[in-house]
């Protein structure tokens, strides 16, 4: 995804996890092998090796991968980057998922884009988008083998239980 800040283009790079959730995001001025060996140098910092990568077809991504000799055992894999085949990559299986440019996983950066005068300053950016991603992350909704007549009754204890929390005396 391009983000324009100060009147100059930046990329903005992310790491997704099996289950959708963002690990990371980074925002940089290129789109290039050092800009894919430092966003991926970044991850490993924090999570292991994986398995699979899934990344769209820019070259770069193949690049660092070769030239990191901690993913030369990992197996990368394509996804065609066309108008919405990449809203796919949300429900592949895979430890870490590298989507470049998901059509519906961006939309809540563009919302906030929208939303606001836009980014003024890189640094600002690059720490709003990243503590953007971890809120995002614990409000996403996901199926479950729980049924809705359950689900509603465990929100309605707990609801209870907070108000008779709150209403006790100190």
Not at 17 to 37: N, S, W, Y
Not at 114 to 122: A, E, T
Not at 124 to 153: G, I, K
Request: glycine fraction near 4%; charge should be positive; hydrophobic fraction near 35%.
């Amino acid at each position: 995804m391009c983000v324009e800040i100060g009147g100059r283009k930046y990329w903005l790079w992310r790491a997704v996890d099996e289950t959708g959730a963002v690990l990371d995001i980074l925002l940089q001025p290129h789109r290039d092998t050092d800009a894919a060996k430092t966003f991926f140098e970044r991850l490993l910092v924090n999570y292991d090796v994986p398995d699979v990568i899934y990344t769209d077809k820019l070259w770069s991504y193949g690049a660092a991968i070769r030239a990191l000799p901690v993913l030369h055992g990992v197996e990368q894999l394509q996804v065609i980057s066309s108008a919405r085949c990449n809203n796919l990559i949300e429900q592949r299986a895979g430890p870490i998922r590298v989507p470049f440019c998901p059509r519906q996983s961006h939309r809540p950066t563009r919302e906030q884009e929208r939303s606001q005068p836009g980014f003024k300053k890189p640094r600002r950016a690059q720490e709003f988008l990243a503590l953007h991603a971890r809120v995002s992350n614990l409000h996403q909704h996901t199926r479950t083998t729980v049924t809705a007549r359950n689900r509603r009754r465990n929100q309605s204890k707990a609801h209870l239980a907070w108000q008779h929390a709150v209403s006790a005396p100190i």
